[in-house]
């Protein structure tokens, strides 16, 4: 028997997997802060909730994939909460980026109602999100997991358990250190070669199969040379991951150089009202260190 599907949180990631879920069959059930966004998965062929608990009540896995810690606590435990319209039974996957010490004491929230938790962080950015291709990292029970795949498929194409509750969003922040400093790596290139006047497309192209190849190049790198600003993922979603990497590693005692580099540069772009500019947006901060714009024609 299909399971029924609830989707809280249909922003820049969740709408595109919202209609992939529609797309694999699934009946699924959405609410969103701003009602607006649920638009378009409502024309696709979803119902609406009233509300968290509602969309709980209706449903057997309830997905959460909101931008922070206090948003996931507030949609599954607060008011009209996901705690309290969910059946014993139900199952939990909240596909945010998270902290993991939040997870783990939601999760156990929940387990006292009899509901399940999986934490399943995604990577991908919009892109992925919209073609169903997210990488999808699992923390959480192995039985849970197994249950969940059917829905995971229809939204991502590398699905890895990565450990118990909580591991899933530990991950996710190692994969944001990758993504952020590989990010600057590549903004500094491309302000390289632009000084040297060299065509950027050509230069990505001519490299891109190398070594020095990455995602954050081909998908980022074109969009740089464009200079295209819309995001694949916010500069302020992508500060947020950081600040999560960087409380991280104070607990742990991991310096991150790099990252903390990047935070601060992101942090200078942000009080030039540029949050919500893709990630990719980066390089504006340092061409306003080296008075060079990288895609301008010499």
């Known amino acids: 028997m299909t399971e029924r599907v609830g989707f809280i949180g249909l922003g820049i990631m969740g709408q595109g997997m919202t209609l992939n879920l529609l797309k694999a069959g699934f009946p699924v059930t959405v609410w969103n802060r701003t009602a607006a966004k649920t638009e378009q998965a409502l024309a696709a062929g979803a119902a609406a909730g009233a509300s968290p608990a509602d969309v709980a009540a209706k449903s057997d896995i309830i997905i959460t994939c909101v931008s922070d810690t206090p948003d996931v606590q507030a949609v599954l435990l607060g008011e009209n909460g996901v705690i309290y319209g969910a059946k014993p039974g139900a199952l939990v996957i909240d596909m945010s980026t998270i902290s993991p010490g939040a997870t783990r004491d939601m999760a156990a929230a929940l387990a006292e109602k009899g509901v399940a938790m999986l934490d399943a962080p995604v990577s991908g950015g919009s892109e992925g999100a919209a073609k169903g291709t997210l990488s999808i990292m699992v923390g959480g029970d192995a039985n849970a997991y197994e249950r969940a795949q059917p829905v995971f498929k229809a939204m ?122 893709g990630n990719h947006a980066l390089v504006k901060a340092l061409e306003n260190l080296a008075g060079i714009e990288v895609g301008q024609k010499g």
Request: charged residues 15%.
């Open 156 to 277: 991502g194409k590398t699905i890895t358990r990565v450990g118990d509750i909580g591991a899933g969003q530990m991950v996710k922040l190692v994969n944001q250190v990758l993504v952020v400093v590989n990010g600057l790596a590549v903004c500094e290139a491309l302000l390289l070669a632009q000084a040297g006047g060299l065509d950027l497309q050509t230069t990505i192209d001519a490299v891109a199969g190398g070594a020095a190849g990455s995602w954050m190049l081909s998908m980022r790198g074109p969009q740089i040379a464009r200079r295209d600003w819309r995001p694949g993922f916010t500069i302020d979603l992508q500060q947020k991951d950081v600040r999560l990497v960087l409380e991280a590693a104070q607990e742990l005692g991991v310096p991150m150089l790099a990252t903390s580099l990047v935070n601060n540069l992101y942090r200078t772009l942000q009080q030039r009202g540029l949050g919500s500019e």
